[in-house]
């Protein structure tokens, strides 16, 4: 059944001069990065919300990223954050090993250097240097912990910044921020890259010490061709064009990856193209465009699901992804660029548009059939069952 | 020698035909309520932040309140939160004559419905009935609570929204909302306020029940003469004019009161003041040119000091406000309506833009000292060492 | 061909319990006004761009709304702009005639009052009794011309505001605007509606008298049941929720109409659906669920279409508009409201965001079939030459 | 009689710690450049304001800059823009002398190479050759108009960018873009600099081909050391940290210089200082904090003066931007730099909020007399009568 809608898809793509096939192809190899911490309890300044099969271990973690992958089939490395992933045992190769027996790999590994109480006024930014070594050790730290569990990023996201003007020197702050991040680059693990990452605001609410891709761009130049930039989705003022950023990142070779997830109003971490879902298609318009000067960017969820469960909006993410791809590779490209040539504004809009429009579920469940997993991932895994056993499992060792 | 910068002060603001007696008198009768919260520990969504002198109880709270008021003498009430702020041994009348022992009275009652797991998709405004039924049941408690610390108003502020579209029905969400004010407005204590608060977003992140002054305003035509909205500095859309709002509230006869802090980006309850001084200033000149219609309005301090300290931060807050309305008092309210009336925009805006100009430090130390405070309150509190004496005796009891 | 593409759909549609026939019944009856203005020169502050096709006086955009019609089928009307629309001869019954003649009626009558040197400091809000008069006129004037072309509408946007703090009273303004507007009110032909506009800001850039949806809803409740408020999707503040102010305004009974339009920045008076797709789907969502309640709401484009033509752009609005409405006409409303009241976050936005998903060009391929316009406008428009003959003919009187 | 408020102030900043010498000569050494542009009239894009008075060639501007600096005694130097103030015997050289006669040089040189009706699709960005050919000589053009003039800066804007997602490649429009500034910046004028502003949107609505100070100072670093960023204060998404920006631009060797103005909104060109005076203050105080890194940094007032006047505004706004200096000039840089080191965030704030709250009007009053100025230049200007006589004069001549 699925076969013959995605039949009569593929003709109308055909005669709309789309290589099926090769479509077909980078499907199958689109690869998106799960994050532990999307899996465990997570919440607003007001409150946490407990959600009753929440992950309550990083093993735990583990085993439900293993269950995202099953049913999307395309997420096969977990990103983690120390410490809170830290094996009680401290063994990370054991850990590395949990995940393989489950057919996942660790991928990006993220320092956390903003809940101890020394982090008050920052962490490689803070005006004490004994604060600012204590967070540098921290950094360093996940660099054994990378080559360990065999990471391939170290992802860098800083809460520095002050709240009030005067509060520190702007310059200063500036200035130790490029000094710690150097003295971490020269430590980074053979083969791997360090992902800088920028956020317009919050926590901290007058300035922020890395707020703009531009400082994060002014960075990895600092520091050297494995320092990237890392793009999270819900990190810009409002109306900021996204897309444009990607594709100025990507010729610069500077594009590092992803966050992935979706705002209305701030970094609301909601579910990635939940809210806008014609900008996700638009990002991964630009990527699709890049071809090979995008083969290296890592594309990872960053989420918080406060009230609509775990597993299954991870899922939903996943395939929002998916989606927004496999519509970005229906773009006639040629056509499009011919349009742009002659200034021919209507039209090249419309093309862009028409491929948006185009509903590629069919495709997708064509995809998923040859690799396995279901067509309709979402709807399996909430008739699975699978949600109502996890939470009275795991609501039982808790208060 | 304050006296003498005053007196070149008073003779300056004399000769541009201010009325300097009655600015005193004016800025004599100023009042600010502080919120027990503000006094306790509070974070972002990434952490709490401890700081050693915090008070941990809600006598503590009443204690450093009365501080505040010792310093600046203009706050003599306290805000309570409920249940944050139920006493141990349930008795709120004991808990008022602790606070009239203290100098203070307890003024607005906020019932807090928002941190229970049964909130997660709301309170008033939620789809389940039994949840409304509890949030309502709890709203009325607080109505109780009003008559035994003699509290002038209930501060109502919901955290009710939705995340994602489609989540709930907003016409439904609306309609819910507004039934259960009905509820609670025919239970208000006799003499007493219902202030609505509304707030652009946080903690839903794709609706919010009252996202606006306009729905708050709505809804209270809906309830009756004696329901106000209720304005917080921090919960506008960027850009929004908010003395526009102050103004077109005061018109109508529906300003209840507001929730001074301040802000850069979203709702980053900062002190009052310190982002935007302008700002403030702007809206006191409202306040003070509605003159007899600005009689009810209730001042609020509602912060969120993460890194600053409390009572201090509180203070300069106070100050702050202070400053603001007394350069509001200066505004030569004649010379101002003649130059608007002959269409002279720059006059207008250069006669208002002077009294915002004017150092009004040796104003306000003049009748500090009539009112016995300190004439440099900030500076006196931190050269008192009750920041020190505080943390010492508070974090004994801490881990 | 496009036959079979609709029968799969509409059988999946069926089998999703869609009834199919209703919906086409709906789409056969969607309307949407075009604006005059958008069929002639337009520009930005930095200069006019001009159009070789542009139309240059009112009976040409006439002709050109003619067309938009005979393509889409569903826009019969056209909104006028006093005094850009006067007829030389200022024979509105002539005008009429001309219209029909050509299929049309004239829809909202929109009067100017922001040209003329007089209004530097507003219209019905200025300080200046004769330029209020002045603007009353004119606005009184429009109601007899609504007469003569027996328009249903009176749409009211003002530019009135202030660019200065202090530059005049905000008060003040706010009363002499709801003088201004009664005086209208009283005078506005039987059986038409008057139509209030607001706008976040611009042209001025400290206050606008009317900025936001809650004090066009004030005004409307102070001057009568006719008054109902008109949104314009581009006139918010970054980030605001329209489709939940549309759901307020339609349950109280005060959604008068909408100017169509998208944005990505302010005003930005791109072509509808051109941004955000899913916010237009939203919005007509909120306008299908509240069924009855939306009958009398006009839709009308409100666009500047710079640099992209005029009659083709106009075109692909109405068209993206049709599609918003058609997925919005897929909801499935009943399993919706069941997973909104059990409070099943992700399934209720999974079922939302599924009638978004599908593709419905072969559904409004079958509607326009009926309806006996070309199944795809746009192409069709874009083939049939009359762009370029436009442009010939019309180049031929400019400079 | 300013003196002995003179002497009060001196003693009490002396008493402070502030070096009075030092500040009273910095403020002799301010420079602020007035733009043509200023003195001429100006509008939105809903129409042009006419003023009576404005300028209506490049010499009746010269002649009100000359007024300016008359006043205000610190605006010597004058920006044109071409071809808006080409003479009309097209002899540069013989306007430099008109200039000079007045006690006037002219300034940056702002090429405009958005007005012709070939750049509807950008100038240097465009996808046509020929179009980007012509920006180019346009642009080389104004390099030989620096010479002859004896500018020392090329400033440049583009309105570049698209309107819609799919319009242009943006890819290729950066590289077109980088292209054509490096052809540019190898026939820039020995000794000269060039400044790259760029602007968060306006008038291209999806893409800016210069969106933020990321991309200009990229474009910079790909220039050469003479290519520097300058700062309009207006061209940044709500809420952006500008202080930020500058002191991480001055840090880096790379702030060209500012374009002075204030906004609420967008980029609403309104007077400087007049919106948020306290910003205004922190982007003075990074300058003043970077010392000797500030001194090549150019500032130039860049404002649209609607409805309140052209003289007048000018002088108020110089007026504004002095008054910010001089009160970052009294910050106490060695105790701020204690508190801030010892993480002391309250102290910190306050210090500098402190030097903000000074009323510095007394000291400017003895700098001007110092200069040879009126002691309230502002007052003295409208007090003059040459605003009358200059709208008679000038009225004339217009219809």
Redesign the interface.
């Given at each position: 059944m699925a076969g013959a809608?995605y039949r009569?898809l593929a003709e109308?793509l055909a005669t709309r001069g789309v290589d099926v096939a090769a479509v077909r192809a980078a499907l199958n190899k689109q690869r998106i990065e799960t994050p532990s911490w999307g899996y465990a309890d997570s919440?607003?300044?007001?409150?946490v919300?407990?959600w009753p099969g929440a992950a309550r271990t990083v093993r735990e973690k583990l085993d439900d990223a293993a269950v995202v992958h099953r049913f999307t089939g395309i997420t096969p490395s977990v990103a983690i954050h120390i410490p809170w992933d830290r094996p009680e045992d401290g063994d990370y190769a054991a850990l590395r090993r949990y995940a393989k027996a489950r057919g996942l790999t660790i991928g990006a590994v993220n320092p956390n250097v903003?809940?101890e109480?020394e982090y008050?006024?920052g962490s490689l930014g803070n005006?004490?240097r004994a604060v600012r070594a204590q967070a540098l050790t921290h950094i360093l730290a996940c660099c054994d912990i990378m080559r360990e569990v065999r990471s391939p990023a170290l992802s860098l996201w800083f809460?520095d910044g002050?709240?009030?003007?005067?509060?520190?020197?702007?310059?200063?702050r500036?200035?130790r921020m490029r000094e710690g991040l150097q003295a971490v680059y020269c430590r980074l693990p053979a083969g791997s890259r360090m992902l800088v990452e920028y956020k317009?605001?919050?926590?901290s609410?007058?300035?922020?010490d890395i707020?703009?891709?531009?400082?994060a761009?002014?960075l990895c130049?600092a520091l050297g061709p494995r320092a990237h930039v890392l793009v999270d989705l819900g990190h810009?003022?409002?109306?900021?064009?996204i897309?444009?950023i990607v594709?100025?990142l990507?010729?610069?070779g500077r594009l590092g990856g992803f966050h992935l997830n979706n705002?209305?109003?701030?970094d609301?971490d909601?579910?990635a193209g939940?809210?806008?879902?014609?900008?996700l298609f638009?990002i991964y318009h630009?990527l699709v465009?890049?071809g090979a000067a995008a083969r290296h960017v890592a594309y990872m969820i960053d989420q918080?699901h406060?009230?609509?469960?775990k597993i299954?909006?991870m899922i939903?993410s996943v395939l929002n992804c998916q989606?927004a791809y496999a519509k970005a590779l229906l773009v006639p490209r040629r056509k499009?660029?011919a349009a742009?040539?002659d200034?021919d504004?209507?039209?090249?809009?419309?093309?862009?548009?028409d491929a948006?429009?185009?509903?590629v579920?069919p495709l997708l469940a064509q995809v998923r059939e040859e690799m396995g997993v279901p067509a309709d991932p979402?709807d399996a895994y909430?008739r699975s069952g699978h949600e109502k056993r996890l939470a009275a499992e795991r609501s039982r060792g808790r208060k």
């Open positions: 809608a009569i109308q919440g607003t300044r007001f409150r919300f407990r903003f809940q109480e008050r006024l005006p004490s809460a002050t709240n009030y003007a005067g509060q520190d020197d702007l310059r200063s500036k200035r317009f605001f919050e926590p609410f007058y300035s922020t707020p703009d891709w531009g400082t761009y002014a130049l810009h003022a409002p109306g900021t064009n897309e444009q594709a100025f990507l010729d610069e705002r209305k109003y701030a609301d909601l579910m939940s809210v806008n879902p014609f900008e638009l630009e465009a890049a918080s406060n009230i609509e469960g299954a909006p939903l989606e499009l660029a742009q040539a200034g504004v209507l039209r090249a809009h419309a093309l862009l548009a948006f429009r185009t509903d579920r979402l909430l």
